[in-house]
């Protein structure tokens, strides 16, 4: 959405709405979702609760819109670090690298989704998962494209571009949920990933 084509008061109300939306997250990662009610999340945001209402018709409406705006965020940066110039491995490492940092920036919101998500209305659940697991797919068949590009370019070894990116997505997701248990315990970066990843499959042969 474009906020210059909207009105004043229009662009108000967004941001009124992404205030409740901090706040909630901020109170969800303190507390944990089922302990956090909508007049505690209007009263820190300082609204009436029957302002908060008229933004979300309850708590789960709020979550709901809290997981997919951030999962959209996720979506678009990962999106966009494999679509920059470059050979395939250098896309490769930009997406592990973009992976990595947008889970750091947004820290509180992983651990909420990892642990409350479950609990919530099944409804509500299957609902976020079918726009997830969508956005999920389409990075998945991107990531394979560009390994499908590089073993036409003799970078990579022929294995099924597909189970390469599984593979890789794997491997980096683990990497970070451990951190999530075990922060600055076992320090990592995008280097590290993929030196033990592409022991396996890398070539070596880098076009520029």
């Given at each position: 959405m474009d906020e210059?084509?909207?009105?004043?008061?229009?662009?108000?109300r967004l941001r009124h709405r992404q205030e409740i939306l901090e706040v909630a997250?901020?109170?969800f990662s303190e507390r944990g979702y089922h302990n956090v009610s909508m007049e505690e999340i209007a009263r820190k945001a300082e609204f009436s609760v029957g302002t908060l209402y008229t933004f979300f018709h309850n708590k789960e409406e709020l979550y709901k819109a809290m997981v997919l705006e951030k999962a959209e965020e996720f979506h678009n940066t990962l999106i966009k670090s494999l679509s920059i110039s470059g050979n395939e491995y250098k896309k490769i490492?930009?997406?592990?690298?973009?992976?990595?940092?947008?889970?750091?920036?947004?820290?509180?919101?992983?651990?909420?989704?990892?642990t409350e998500t479950r609990g919530i209305p099944f409804k509500l659940k299957a609902g976020?998962?079918?726009?997830?697991?969508a956005?999920?797919?389409?990075?998945?068949?991107?990531?394979?494209?560009?390994?499908?590009a590089g073993i036409g370019n003799n970078i990579f070894k022929r294995i099924d571009p597909y189970?390469?990116?599984v593979a890789l997505d794997g491997i980096t997701s683990s990497f970070l949920v451990q951190y999530l248990e075990h922060p600055d315990e076992h320090p990592f970066?995008?280097?590290?990933?993929?030196?033990?990843f592409f022991d396996q499959v890398y070539e070596g042969g880098l076009n520029s």
């Open positions: 210059r084509s909207l009105s004043r008061r229009q662009r108000e997250l901020d109170l490492k930009t997406f592990v690298d973009s992976l990595i940092n947008v889970f750091m920036k947004n820290l509180k919101f992983v651990r909420i989704y990892l976020l998962d079918e726009k997830i697991k956005q999920y797919e389409d990075i998945l068949r991107k990531l394979a494209d560009i390994f499908s189970l390469l990116a970066d995008a280097d590290l990933i993929l030196s033990i």
